[in-house]
């Protein structure tokens, strides 16, 4: 299930559900729910792109040791996993919260695991193609919520109106956050990447000033759409302010790797991207409004 990063995903997936105006209570049956469901769901894809990458994976040292990889489980029991928590998470989605939910959980699934997994050996469009399943939990959890998907949707509450905009926001804010963060992993882990025939950085000659000029790009609109919770009044200004630290702390890390363009760098700026969502997404809920 790759657990570590499944937790990381359902993590802003609950955030997400709590951050909705309409949810006023918390219900801890919900939520505990919400994140096996989850953890359901992102485990399938993960399984299903294990199972797909099975030959790659024995190549490169980071995934090498993985259970479809070195052997420890059969590529069809990864199936009949992928299958059985697609169908649990899937299902958990639609009994407990709603069917535009449900349907955002498996089409994440089927856009992780048979459009971007094969991507990966293509092109580095790949990249592009992953940010979008990587960004929906966030989507999914304020779907099961709010019930609406559409960003021009607004949602009553006790008489004062929101957008269901601020949804669009969340998925917005982790959609970019995947660039940097990636990019950083595929610097990293260039050499093993290369081996298994994967093309994930911008640049075909590997490492460049372009790779990392792209992740200060990206990283510059992070800026104004971290400031959207904000603008659409689900949080308030101690978050706003944190948000913007933490998106000059990570574009600080971006610049750092386009001057000294080694692994050093890149290293940092994954560790910092990896601190970043616990710190934005936390400080969102604190400062609900």
């Known amino acids: 299930m790759k657990f570590t990063l499944s937790f990381t995903v359902v993590f802003t997936c609950v955030i997400s559900y709590l951050l909705a105006p309409n949810i006023v209570e918390y219900s801890w049956l919900y939520i505990i729910i919400l994140f096996v469901a989850g953890l359901m769901i992102t485990g399938s894809a993960n ?3 294990q199972a797909v990458e099975k030959n790659t994976d024995a190549l490169m040292r980071r995934t090498a040791k ?50 971007y997994t094969p991507l990966k050996k293509i092109s580095s469009i790949a990249v592009l193609v992953g940010a979008f399943p990587g960004a929906l ?20 509450v006790n008489g004062t109106t929101y957008s269901n905009g601020a949804g669009w926001a969340l998925f917005g804010l982790q959609f970019l956050w995947q660039f940097p963060h990636f990019w950083a992993i595929a ?10 025939g994967f093309k994930l950085l911008p640049s ?7 790779t990392a000029l792209q992740t200060i790009l990206y990283t510059i ?20 302010w944190i948000i913007l630290g933490a998106n000059i ?3 600080i890390q971006c610049i750092i790797l386009y001057m000294q363009l080694n692994v050093i760098a890149a290293r940092r700026l994954m560790f910092s991207c990896y601190i970043y969502l616990p710190i934005v997404f936390l400080a969102l809920l604190a400062d609900k409004t």
Do not use: Q
């Not at 993985?66 to 649990?88: C, K």
């Not at 610097?187 to 298994?196: L, N, S, T």
């Open 47 to 49: 399984a299903i792109n």
């Open 66 to 115: 993985r259970p479809v990889a070195n052997g420890r489980m059969g590529t069809n029991e990864a199936y009949i996993f992928a299958f059985i928590a697609a169908v649990s998470g899937v299902l958990l989605m639609y009994f407990f919260f709603n069917l535009s939910s449900a349907l955002l959980s498996a089409f994440s699934i089927f856009l992780y695991a048979y459009i």
């Open 137 to 156: 939990p966030c989507l999914i959890g304020w779907v099961a919520a709010t019930g609406l998907i559409s960003p021009f949707a607004t949602i009553n």
């Open 187 to 196: 610097w990293v882990a260039y050499k093993d990447y290369a081996k298994a």
């Open 204 to 210: 075909k000659e590997g490492p460049t000033k372009f």
């Open 221 to 240: 609109v992070m800026i104004p759409v971290g400031m959207l919770p904000f603008y659409f009044h689900i949080s308030g200004t101690i978050s706003l």
């Open 249 to 251: 702390f990570i574009l």
